[in-house]
């Protein structure tokens, strides 16, 4: 379901326009949500309103090559180089000097790479299930994960990929390959087809990667990786970055979802996007903190922002609790 109260427009963001889905007040703090494949701003419908009432103003824009933004022809106009600068670009055009970014699978690639060129407009970053790319290319040379990869060198042919791309599978795909059954209705399941009608641009990401592979360098922003450990396209042993790449990553894994985490309930997700402000707003009572975070993690948002407590938590508990406190910067 759609929630109500979301705005749309596009922005000139570089060479090309966006079109995004906003919430939350024009002067809170930036939050980027950058979705995956093949996907649209759709798929942080359940975050927008989270986000915006905690204070957050929370864009997801349609990448390029997505939904209403522009859809350059060539496979050049989709290196990595410039699907980055498109987030650099929106950062500006939005009137901000630096933002938090969260990205999903293809999202998450995107923001690893502005992560690594842009490091003066990043507050913190956070992934849901897309490897550090330099821990994918070894990964790659495993025929396990080859074999789980296929479809990146399907995706290299010319015009096939667009025409396997049905919209029956894609719809099965939307239906079968979530967390939970339902997880998209009708009307998001319509908007996410509509999203891609155009194949060339999607699976141009792809291409592009390949002919015109990206230089790789240190992230130096606190990351938060978020794995799901049934993934079937990645392996499990991909989640955790090498620290000479990403020195301060923390890595959060789940047991539950077969294809990754995708973003399709606040409960999990919505950790990424709340804990990693660098000035976070104020949280007001239990209702505030408690999208983001479950279980002793909750406990610990209640009591830093003075929401009474639900429960006396543990020893084991209460030192996990102190321990985030101490990352989040709330003590």
């Given at each position: 379901?759609?929630?109500?109260?979301?705005?749309?427009?596009?922005?000139?963001?570089?060479?090309?326009?966006?079109?995004?889905?906003?919430?939350?007040?024009?002067?809170?703090?930036?939050?980027?949500?950058?979705?995956?494949?093949?996907?649209?701003?759709?798929?942080?419908?359940?975050?927008?309103?989270?986000?915006?009432?905690?204070?957050?103003?929370?864009?997801?824009?349609?990448?390029?090559?997505?939904?209403?933004?522009?859809?350059?022809?060539?496979?050049?106009?989709?290196?990595?180089?410039?699907?980055?600068?498109?987030?650099?670009?929106?950062?500006?055009?939005?009137?901000?000097?630096?933002?938090?970014?969260?990205g999903h699978d293809w999202g998450?690639?995107?923001?690893?790479?502005?992560?690594?060129?842009?490091?003066?407009?990043?507050?913190?970053?956070?992934?849901?299930?897309?490897?550090?790319?330099?821990?994918?290319?070894?990964?790659?040379?495993?025929?396990?994960?080859?074999?789980?990869?296929?479809?990146?060198?399907?995706?290299?042919?010319?015009?096939?990929?667009?025409?396997?791309?049905?919209?029956?599978?894609?719809?099965?795909?939307?239906?079968?390959?979530?967390?939970?059954?339902?997880?998209?209705?009708?009307?998001?399941?319509?908007?996410?087809?509509?999203?891609?009608?155009?194949?060339?641009?999607?699976i141009h990401y792809y291409r592009?990667?390949?002919?015109?592979?990206?230089?790789?360098?240190?992230?130096?922003?606190?990351?938060?990786?978020?794995?799901?450990?049934?993934?079937?396209?990645?392996?499990?042993?991909?989640?955790?970055?090498?620290?000479?790449?990403?020195?301060?990553?923390?890595?959060?894994?789940?047991?539950?979802?077969?294809?990754?985490?995708?973003?399709?309930?606040?409960?999990?997700?919505?950790?990424?996007?709340?804990?990693?402000?660098?000035?976070?707003?104020?949280?007001?009572?239990?209702?505030?903190?408690?999208?983001?975070?479950?279980?002793?993690?909750?406990?610990?948002?209640?009591?830093?922002?003075?929401?009474?407590?639900?429960?006396?938590?543990?020893?084991?508990?209460?030192?996990?609790?102190?321990?985030?406190?101490?990352?989040?910067?709330?003590?």
């Open positions: 379901m759609i929630p109500e109260g979301i705005e749309h427009f596009e922005v000139q963001a570089g060479e090309v326009r966006l079109h995004c889905a906003a919430m939350g007040p024009h002067d809170g703090p930036l939050v980027l949500l950058l979705h995956g494949f093949p996907e649209c701003w759709v798929t942080w419908r359940a975050q927008l309103p989270a986000l915006a009432a905690a204070g957050y103003r929370a864009v997801a824009p349609d990448l390029r090559g997505y939904g209403k933004s522009d859809k350059p022809r060539e496979v050049a106009a989709y290196r990595m180089e410039a699907l980055a600068g498109d987030v650099a670009a929106l950062i500006a055009a939005l009137g901000r000097d630096r933002a938090d970014v969260v998450g690639q995107v923001a690893w790479f502005f992560a690594m060129w842009h490091p003066a407009k990043l507050r913190r970053l956070a992934v849901l299930n897309n490897p550090h790319p330099q821990r994918f290319k070894y990964g790659m040379w495993k025929p396990r994960q080859l074999r789980k990869s296929w479809y990146i060198l399907f995706f290299q042919l010319p015009v096939l990929p667009e025409r396997f791309m049905t919209d029956a599978r894609l719809r099965k795909s939307f239906t079968d390959t979530t967390e939970r059954k339902g997880a998209y209705g009708e009307e998001e399941i319509e908007i996410l087809l509509e999203a891609v009608r155009d194949r060339s641009g999607p592009a990667a390949a002919r015109h592979p990206p230089r790789v360098c240190v992230v130096e922003a606190q990351t938060l990786v978020i794995w799901g450990e049934e993934d079937r396209w990645l392996g499990s042993d991909l989640a955790a970055p090498e620290p000479r790449w990403v020195p301060h990553a923390r890595v959060e894994r789940s047991p539950r979802p077969r294809i990754g985490c995708r973003p399709t309930r606040p409960t999990r997700s919505m950790r990424c996007c709340s804990i990693f402000s660098a000035d976070p707003p104020p949280c007001t009572g239990r209702l505030a903190c408690r999208p983001y975070l479950d279980g002793h993690a909750t406990q610990g948002f209640r009591q830093a922002c003075g929401a009474p407590q639900a429960r006396r938590p543990t020893a084991q508990a209460a030192a996990r609790i102190r321990g985030k406190a101490r990352f989040l910067h709330y003590q």
